[in-house]
């Protein structure tokens, strides 16, 4: 099944598999680069939470929406410096990258 087949990757290559949400990271609060792309992340809530240290943030090729959401949420990350969420549905709202750049400072 897809599900054991994924747990074998995971064994084998000892890394994290990500679906729809960004879990299992609490331990690495100080993370400062962190690589989401390509997934199907629809939320950001979860483990990103306490990642107040990360200078770049790639979501791009997911599934978020919500942008107002997410830039409220964002919006306390005071040391991102470089954020990509290009490829999500919430990209293609009214403003978006007008918004991005003014919610988030």
Known sequence: SKVL???ALK???????IRTS????EKNFRIKHLYLH???INTILGSISIM???DTLTLYNNELRGL???IEFLSSFTYLRNLDMFNNPLSE???YRDRVIHGIP
Request: aromatic share 4%; glycine share 4%.
């Open 68 to 70: 107002d959401e997410v």
């Open 93 to 95: 709202e009214p403003f």
């Open 11 to 17: 064994k084998r290559t000892n890394t994290l598999i």
């Open 52 to 54: 107040r240290h990360l």
């Open 38 to 40: 390509d997934n199907v």
């Open 22 to 25: 960004i879990v299992g990271l």
């Open 5 to 7: 087949a994924e747990k």
